[in-house]
């Protein structure tokens, strides 16, 4: 059975937790930011790292935490 | 396909002997009977609270009619980003807080400019001073003073793009660099200043706003938006237009003002920007930071390019949510790139916002992409040329769910500069360098940020009982030509002359919606609602031409010459205006109504099409005062089929000089956020004397898209301009600049410090 | 308190009272209602205001109204002879030479001035005399070519005109 994540601030559903990330830092609403903050990350720190440094840092560092945290929809 | 009557043969403007003789109307020489003139009082701080506002000493001076502060507005919030309701952040006047110098905080309408300006000494505002930010990556710390309270971090958007693996492209590459830049800040510089008329009808409760603007349609909707009414209240009309260049896109100031103003005196009022107003308060050019990433093979094949951006986007959001959207995409123009990643950020600092200005996106991506390919072709021993060569867009290539290119000459422009400089340059001196750079330009967006229901442009024809045709449609000529372009796409179409067609442009109560003029989407997307309206019409003429006939259906009729003809025997038609008459008869006499429109399907995400072009400059550098002076310029320029080509030639002659004044002169340097230069004396623009020529060649394409064929013009040819200046400085000299606008010092500096690296 | 202005505009005597401190370029476009002459800087920058005052063009932002007095101007909308276009109003046309056209009357007017003191200047003389002009739109080059080309029918008028 596949698994796929949910955003925990809204509808989108995807398989890849990348493409969720990808998702979750284009979205500037409160909502979106608070929980992040939840998480211990900050909206600001991680748009800054992704450019600001070549890389991905932002999304990778979103990607592993929303892995763990967003609620899982079974397919 | 046929030969054209009218598509490709030189025309002339069709409002020439308006504009020639000075009587094309433009907003700034309007007057109404019982007209008041209204005037702004701005902010003096980048940021501030506003305590309280004092207006009645003004309001008692005489000839003063009004005085308005925030609370006098019907405190609607508009923006040009309406599918975002958080970017809807513009007030007709600030209630709670100031964001930038120029602010407006009230406005005063008096019987006299004079008066009205003298009035604005007379009201007093009390301000409580708030600390202020000025630079993109100060204002997203966590300590950042807020622009807008609601808005953490002063992050006003985001945007990412990618495709393929990045990652993995940079680990099959042989050569990996990367390079930082600054591009900043230019102005539109019109000629004629933002200034809007309002006359709001008592008694029906409806306003009518001319402006000079380059979107009657947006300015529709910001207007609804920020006075809290129905469109269809408001009628929007455009005159003719001094000149737009980007900056003309929103809903500034001078028109929401003057509605409000009109509707509380009953006259109808008139607000004009004075000239240091139009350079400190008036949209300019986002200034940005970029990084640019670049693996290629070393046979100079690009593998992998990465792309991160900040801008500076000032006060409010308007249109700079997509410069951020647009430069990531262009920084991808013209070349195959299998794998690609862009992160940018759009922050608010507390300065005139910034968006739109000519060539919105690609003049910074391009600048930074064709300078770091310069660098890189060097230290792999590749000619500059065949290194583009090598990894140019052909027609068909599609970016991984972004954009498809449709018709694409950008290897014959190649051949043809390359062929050019070869034949004309052969002289250079040792001081004289040459620049070669590629570019490319949208036809219109396909996004709807702007939340329209409609059809992105539409056009009505109506065929009178004498064959002349009256044209409607929204279109905004503001100089490049659309006016004449809908004329000839009209009467191509309908096989008649340019003399049988009157336009009816850019008013928002009889014609159907075009977005405007930006984005270079006016022949594209207009012109290909004007085909459409023409061709309904069209048709029902060659139906009654056909029962005329009497022949089988599956016979071809076409129209031309003022006839409409069996295409295998031409010798059997009939005149245009016979048929006219009898089409007209057969209708109960209604006259002969075709409507037309175009929106974009199944064209990517971007853009509807492409133009494309090569471009190489010639310039001279002098060692001891760093004063470039450029010699000559080639360029060749694929528009797919040109409609007009004097005004093809026009565009692309009007971009290089402002991408020439763009690499070398043009500046907006700002001290905690007041611009330092608002005048035309300070603010440095190419003149007659600092003008090269121009040798420019079509390299014509066909783009089944396009009407008749035809792409945008010139729009592209802005933005390959300073960094082939760059380039070509480079080849003469070693040196490197990691910024546009290369002023003497700046050239001196560089080559200084080259040639003491190299001692 | 205002004083007695009187001049000529396009061939018609005007005999006005204005204040003091009032431009040449008010007066034309908000007393004589001559809107065609248009108004970009107000500091001399840009010669989009230019007239010609007794043959010589001048920047009409930068001349008090009064010190027209007892002399003649001409502005664009004294050009043409009646319907038919000035030479040098049609080869701006024919060359493309304006896109949106604000700047169009000062050009007109200095190139006015120009052929008459040089009937048959080069593409660097024109440079040179029109060097002031902003134009925003055209990158110039097509106007010098209007100019040049205008200079050719003002001569070729003039030879007709000799062997009438």
């Known amino acids: 059975m596949a698994i796929s994540y949910r955003c925990p601030c809204c509808r989108k559903i995807t398989s890849d937790p990348y493409d969720l990330a990808r998702h979750y830092l284009g979205q500037t609403n409160k909502k979106h930011k608070d929980w992040l903050k939840t998480q211990g990350l900050s909206y600001a720190q991680l748009i800054t790292w992704q450019v600001t440094e070549f890389g991905n840092k932002g999304y990778d560092a979103l990607a592993e935490v929303l892995e763990k945290g967003a609620p899982k929809v079974e397919d | 396909m046929s030969e054209y009557s009218i598509i490709g043969k030189p025309t002339t403007n069709v409002d020439g002997a308006a504009k020639v003789s000075g009587e094309a109307v433009y907003t700034f020489d309007m007057t109404l009977p019982n007209m008041l003139y209204g005037k702004l009082l701005r902010s003096p701080h980048p940021h501030a609270r506003i305590i309280s506002i004092d207006t009645s000493e003004a309001e008692k001076l005489p000839g003063v009619k009004a005085v308005i502060t925030g609370k006098d507005t019907p405190g609607g919030r508009y923006g040009l980003w309406r599918r975002f309701p958080e970017l809807c952040d513009q007030e007709v006047l600030a209630t709670t807080k100031v964001r930038f110098i120029g602010d407006p905080v009230a406005a005063v309408a008096a019987v006299s400019e004079a008066i009205a300006e003298n009035a604005l000494d007379f009201i007093n505002v009390e301000y409580e001073l708030l600390p202020a930010v000025f630079e993109p990556l100060d204002a997203i710390k966590d300590d950042a003073p807020l622009v807008h309270d609601d808005c953490d971090n002063n992050i006003n958007n985001t945007r990412h793009i990618e495709w393929g693996d990045v990652d993995e492209g940079f680990k099959n590459s042989d050569y990996i660099r990367e390079d930082r830049f600054i591009y900043s800040s230019q102005h539109p510089a019109p000629t004629e200043v933002h200034n809007s008329l309002a006359s709001y009808d008592k008694g029906n409760g409806r306003l009518t706003v001319w402006s000079s603007t380059q979107s009657p349609y947006y300015l529709q909707l910001g207007l609804a938006d920020g006075l809290k009414m129905r469109e269809g209240d408001i009628r929007v009309i455009k005159p003719h237009v001094g000149g737009g260049f980007g900056g003309k896109n929103s809903t500034m100031p001078d028109s929401v003002n003057a509605a409000v103003l009109s509707m509380k005196t009953g006259r109808p009022v008139k607000i004009v920007f004075n000239r240091e107003e139009e350079f400190t308060c008036t949209e300019h050019r986002t200034a940005m930071h970029l990084a640019v990433k670049i693996g290629l093979k070393k046979d100079g094949t690009i593998m992998a390019k990465e792309f991160k951006l900040i801008t500076d986007g000032g006060a409010y959001t308007a249109l700079g949510a997509t410069t951020l959207y647009l430069t990531g995409t262009y920084a991808t123009f013209p070349y195959k790139i299998p794998s690609y990643r862009y992160d940018g950020v759009r922050t608010y600092t507390n300065k005139m916002w910034a968006t739109s200005v000519r060539n919105f996106g690609g003049t910074e991506a391009i600048y930074a992409s064709e300078t770091q390919l310069d660098r890189a072709a060097h230290d792999l021993g590749i000619d500059p040329i065949e290194i583009r060569r090598k990894n140019a867009m052909t027609p068909g290539y599609e970016a991984p769910g972004q954009y498809n290119v449709g018709s694409c000459g950008l290897l014959p422009s190649i051949d043809k500069v390359e062929e050019r400089i070869k034949e004309k340059w052969t002289d250079l001196s040792k001081d004289e360098g040459v620049g070669f750079t590629l570019f490319a330009y949208m036809c219109g967006g396909i996004f709807n940020w702007i939340d329209t229901p409609y059809a992105f442009s539409g056009a009505m024809v109506k065929v009178n009982i004498d064959g002349t045709v009256d044209l409607f449609t929204q279109g905004s000529d503001i100089g490049q030509g659309t006016n004449t372009v809908n004329v000839m796409i009209c009467a191509e179409e309908l096989g008649i002359g340019i003399e049988d067609i009157r336009l009816h442009p850019a008013d928002t109560a009889t014609t159907p919606v075009d977005l405007g003029a930006w984005a270079s989407r006016e022949t594209m997307m207009n012109g290909n609602a004007v085909k459409d309206a023409a061709s309904n019409v069209k048709k029902k003429l060659i139906e009654v031409a056909r029962m005329k006939l009497g022949e089988n259906i599956v016979y071809d009729l076409e129209v031309k010459d003022k006839r409409i003809f069996l295409a295998l025997r031409p010798e059997r038609g009939f005149s245009y205006y016979d048929i006219v008459k009898d089409a007209i008869k057969l209708n109960d006499g209604e006259p002969i109504l075709g409507v037309g429109h175009y929106t974009p399907h199944r064209k990517g995400m971007v853009s509807p099409a492409w133009s494309f072009g090569s471009m190489a400059i010639r310039v001279k550098v002098d060692r001891e005062t760093g004063l470039v002076e450029v010699k000559d310029v080639i360029v060749a320029h694929d528009c797919g089929q040109p409609i007009n080509p004097l005004g093809v030639r026009g565009q692309v002659e009007g971009s290089v000089h402002l991408g020439l004044g763009w690499g070398l002169c043009e500046d907006l340097p700002t001290d905690n956020g007041l611009i330092l230069n608002p005048s035309f004396a300070d603010y440095k623009i190419f003149r007659t004397r600092d003008m090269p020529q121009i040798e420019l060649h079509e390299v014509p394409t066909y783009e089944p898209g396009g009407p008749f064929g035809a792409k945008e013009s010139a729009e592209g040819a802005v933005a390959p301009t300073s960094p082939a200046i760059a380039n070509a400085i480079y080849n003469v000299t070693g040196a490197t600049f990691d910024s546009n606008v290369l002023k003497p010092e700046k050239v001196l500096k560089a080559i200084r410090e080259k040639e003491g690296k190299e001692n | ?164």
């Open chain 3, 1 to 164: 308190m205002k004083k007695e202005l009187k001049f000529v505009v396009n061939g018609n005597p005007y005999d006005i009272w204005v204040e003091p401190n009032t431009l040449l370029v008010q007066v034309l476009r908000d007393e004589l209602g001559l809107r065609g002459t248009h108004r970009a800087c107000d500091s001399g920058t840009c010669c989009a205001c230019t007239v010609n005052l007794d043959g010589m063009a001048v920047k009409s932002c930068s001349i008090l109204a009064l010190q027209a007095n007892g002399r003649e101007i001409l502005t664009i909308e004294g050009m043409a002879n009646g319907a038919e276009l000035h030479p040098i109003q049609q080869a701006f046309i024919d060359n493309w030479a304006f896109q949106c056209g604000f700047c169009t009357s000062g050009q007109i007017m200095a190139s006015n001035a120009l052929l008459k003191e040089n009937p048959n200047p080069t593409r660097e003389e024109v440079q040179l005399q029109m060097d002031g002009h902003l134009c925003r739109c055209t990158g110039y080059n097509m106007i010098n070519e209007a100019i040049r080309d205008a200079a050719g029918r003002l001569q070729a008028q003039k030879s007709q005109e000799k062997t009438k």
